[in-house]
């Protein structure tokens, strides 16, 4: 069963410095368009319905504010509004897997989830495993230990699942790791790598 | 600790250093094109043809421009300035097609872009798009080969610079050759489909462009664009230090860029563009279907008397593209009587474009199931045939191959695999419900090269840096330089520095044709070797003779800085120039006055076929390779590792469904266009062969991206015919392949 987002980095992040290097830099200049659009608006009579929604986002345990389209993808938020662009769009429908993230501790395609469905819940990226400068996550070490990756696109995603396939009991054989990890597709084809890795990751995680 | 992934370096080849940038890229750090977080950013969407011929009567925008946040609509109505011609690549241009974007009201294909939606944010730029109303006139469109419309031309007659291999008198030969088979082939259309989407962000600072965008050949994207937009190169920086997946998708310039360039000029802000999974269908470009037809004829003993392979390849009305691999398919046997051709197909198509292994993928399907039927006619072994007929001369001009080491591959894979344990007899293997087969074939690719420079700079602090616009598409590129450097410098491989993909850097060609690791490498160990030479040491091997940190210290040196420009064997004068343009051509292969240069594989596979359902499965593939120097046995497995499995899917899943009426992409999205997932992919084993070739290059670097899906998909084909009887012709290989068969 899915545990809470402590148990999936080997420590605690910097909030303070999480903050300076992106909600900052990031989220304030969204509100900034969110107002220009609301000012256009109101030169028009129909009501707006882009009307940006006041949401709030726990992103790797730090807590955003945002004023957003309601039909903003969690994916989206992070990426354009937050500054968090571990995440990946590989194909924005669900099919690829580059944007897997933990919502809850459970794997969800951020891609396929409206950023105001998961408000208050806990969501944890790839830039929530370790800290900048700080020792990897098993399941990171793994990745780079068995060459799991070659161009780097799907490998946030590709982490995220595997953590995700771990957790829920799925890495016990290749076999489960083929099945439970054919969600996130890998273009450079490193499967099997990325099966060694999460059979090392597993022992890790678990020992 | 064994590790199937870093393999222990046998004769010259290099350690399994892991990848300089695998931190990044296993902690999100790693910024790809459209990660980039640019000040008050605009969106654009792009809107789409329906239609595949034609032309736009009119639109009606006023919906779209009603919405909140919708800035402008460009169209070729209101884009206000014409975008300039700039050549298509086969004329030596960067171009990914021949057609102006927003040039004109006309249609040429399916999902040609029409318009530009730019808004406040993506929701309402992509909400506008959706209302953006299109009347089109319509025309019948061409789709395919045989489809009303279509026009066949001799691509010698398109092509100047074609021309057809040919060799004594095949007619006379094949009459009178004891065996012989005549049969037919097909591959259809398939899309790269890398992961990263093909994302555009252009931002000016006054006249000054910058272009986040990733890209194979960022001199070619910045000099094409000036040309474009009308202004120098020198205003242009392009931007692409990771490129997230390309396999030949992101080397030509594409209609988007100029676009987003005149958007962001127009809005006085940056325009960031990420299209559509189904758009990238049609953004970029793709593999053409392929036709074949292969004849050939044999001694009794299995010796080859007669070859004539004739391709048939689909392309758009305005460019003659070609993959045209008979220059590769006529030369890989002995054999003194070859003919062949190629025809271009016209349709209302986009045009096509490089896509891992070009020419190989589909030609060598032909010609490697064609040596498996020649092989069953003969009642021989399919690897006694390429050893009967392996030779280390090409037939067609008789040029010596600098070096070829297919045989030791084919003894190689097929000891790991154990295929003196084959019973030839097709069904004669099963196992429960699951009827087994073996099949094998010859990998090859041209070991090519192009122009290249590289900086590189040494301190007294015992570091490194090296500096060359090459791209990292996940072939290790950053890995290998560094190592390069690191080894000839005397320097541990962590203290050096390694930048790439930015225009501000010294030019490297195109990472296309696998020749980025000989060309990239080279002008790395020239540039390396004359900081040595400035520090006394003049010797000429791999590692220098002084402590060259110690001798730069002791002279009092701030640093040691080396640029070099590094001119392959064969490339022409003016080379260099052309790379300072973005427009070097890889030379090489089948291609050079006086010698043959190729890296050679060969591969064994076994599928399983279920007696009942007819599912096809690829439970365990060996392949074998010569590639001369291998760099790092860790990214070289890996790539190719992936190549092996492209040349799976390639196989048994990939193909785009074109309508036949339409002339439009059916499924163009990753649930329906078919890749391979992890659950399709059980036992992948590489064995890396040793072979020394300084011919090629001084570090005698062939080059590895591509050969691992090269003769794949044939492997694949001689197997399930080894499992079943059954003969399949015709990709991908599927359930109803083997029951329309039946």
Partial sequence: MPKDRDDTRPDSVSRRRFLGATASTAALPLMGAAAASQASAQALPPPDPQAPLDMRLTVNGEAYRLGLDVRTTLLDAMRDHIGLTGSKKGCDHGQCGACTVLVDGRRTLACLTLAVAVQDRAVTTIEGLARADGPLHPMQQAFVDHDAFQCGYCTPGQIMSAIGCVKEGHADTDDAIREYMSGNICRCAAYPNIVAAVRQAKTQMEG | MVDAAAPAPKA?????????DARAKVTGSALYASDVALPDVAYAFLLSSAIAKGRIKSFDLR????????????????????????????EGGPASNSILPLGSAEIAYGGQTIAVVLANTYEVARDAAHRVKVDYEVDRPTATFESPGAVDQELATQNKKHDDPKVGDFAAAYATAPVKIDVAYSTPAQHHNPIELFATQCGWNGSQLTVHEPSQNVYGLKNGLATQLGIEPSQVRVVSPFIGGAFGSKGALTQRTALVAIAARKLGRPVKLVPTREQGFTVATYRAETKHRIKLGATRDGKLQALSHDGFE??????????????ASTRMYACPNITSNVTIVRADRSTPGFMRAPAETPYFFALESAMDELAVALAMDPVELRRLND??????????????????????????FGWSKRNPQPGSMRDGDWLIGWGCATSAYPTQMAPATARVSLFPDGTARVEAASHEIGNGIYTVAGQTAAERLGVPVG???????????????????????????SAVAQACDAIRAKLGDNGTGAVPTVDLVAT???????????????????????????????????????????????????QFVEVRVHARTREIRVPRIVGAFASGRIMNTRTAHSQYMGGMIWGIGSALHEKTEIDANAARYVNTNLADYLVPVNADVVDVQVIMVPEEDTLVNPLGIKGIGEIGIVGTSAAIANAIYHATGQRLRDLPLRIDSLVEAA
């Fill in chain 2, 12 to 20: 010259n080849m290099g350690d399994p250093v892991p990848r300089y």
């Fill in chain 2, 63 to 90: 919906e779209a421009r009603a919405l909140p946040g919708v800035l402008d609509i460009l169209t070729h109505e209101n884009i206000g300035e014409a975008i300039r011609k700039v050549k298509f690549f086969t």
């Fill in chain 2, 314 to 327: 689909v392309t758009s009305r305005p460019d003659p593209y070609a993959v045209a691999g008979t220059d």
């Fill in chain 2, 391 to 416: 030779t280390m001369k090409e037939p067609i001009k008789s040029l010596p191959y600098t070096s070829r080491t297919l045989m030791p591959c084919f003894d190689q894979a097929s000891e790991a």
């Fill in chain 2, 495 to 521: 203290k050096v520095q390694v930048l790439m993909g930015d225009t501000d850097l010294p030019p490297a060609p195109v990472s296309g044709g696998s020749i980025s690791t000989a060309s990239v490498c």
């Fill in chain 2, 552 to 602: 730069l210290k002791e002279r009092g040196l701030g640093s040691v800085q080396e640029y070099a420009e590094w001119m392959p064997h064969g490339a022409a004068k003016g080379g260099m120039q052309m790379l300072y343009k973005g427009a070097a051509q890889p030379i090489g292969g089948a291609k050079l006055p006086d010698r043959i240069q190729f890296a050679f594989g060969a």
